[in-house]
């Protein structure tokens, strides 16, 4: 049943993009709040709790640099706290977060495939990596688009922002992880020109983005 209104409202949208003969949408972008559990530590507001895209980014210069999108159609609060488990468990990539403030790509820990097949090297190591995770978690600095949109243009607005980063220079291009599970446009689909709307300087975030 959810499924089936997530495809009917995004139809709707579609075909009001498609009568109003205008393929333009406006984001705006709300930030930097703390990652959660970590407000204290940083100083900065909770996260809100809409639904969405957000962006994870690290304090570079005067501005943020992107180290990835992530979208949420349920409780911000129970994914970000799966994020959390991941990061804690070493299932995901540990920055150096000293070398990432200065836009460069340091590896404490190698998640993912690796991670999986080299468990006993974690545990070996946990203090020291669990200690490395919760800086990183400390660091990062989150952004909230409001996007009032179906769950649909969520995903290709999170797939437009990384394919976007990935296409620039670095530090922009090489900061963020690959391999992300993405859903572009398909070719049924309208072409859809975004405008990104933030008070933040968000480096590797395009004024406008087709999607």
């Known amino acids: 049943m959810n499924e089936e209104r997530r495809r009917t409202d995004y139809r709707k949208l579609i075909n009001n993009i498609m009568a109003k003969k205008t393929n333009t949408i406006t984001t705006k972008w709300k930030g930097p709040f703390a990652w959660p559990g970590y407000e204290n530590v940083c100083g900065l507001p909770k996260l809100p709790g809409e639904s969405g895209v957000y962006l994870m980014t690290f304090k570079y210069k005067d501005g943020y640099l992107i180290y990835g999108a992530g979208l949420t159609h349920r409780n911000v609060k129970e994914r970000f706290k799966e994020h959390t488990r991941e990061y804690l468990n070493g299932k ?51 952004f909230v688009a409001n996007v009032d949109h179906s769950e649909r ?21 090489t900061l963020p992880d690959e ?30 983005l087709e999607i």
């Open 92 to 142: 995901y990539n540990i920055l150096d977060i000293d070398a990432a403030s200065n836009g460069v790509r340091k590896l404490v820990w190698h998640g993912w495939t690796y991670a999986k097949a080299h468990r006993e090297e974690f545990e070996d190591k946990k203090t020291r990596l669990v200690a490395a995770a919760s800086k990183q978690l400390a660091a990062f600095r989150i």
């Open 153 to 173: 243009i969520h995903e290709r607005l999170e797939h437009g922002i990384m394919k976007s980063l990935y296409a620039q220079r670095a530090p922009v291009s």
């Open 179 to 208: 391999g992300m599970h993405l859903s572009p446009r398909n070719s049924r689909e309208p072409i859809i020109t975004v405008k990104n709307r933030r008070k933040s300087n968000l480096f590797g975030l395009p004024e406008t």
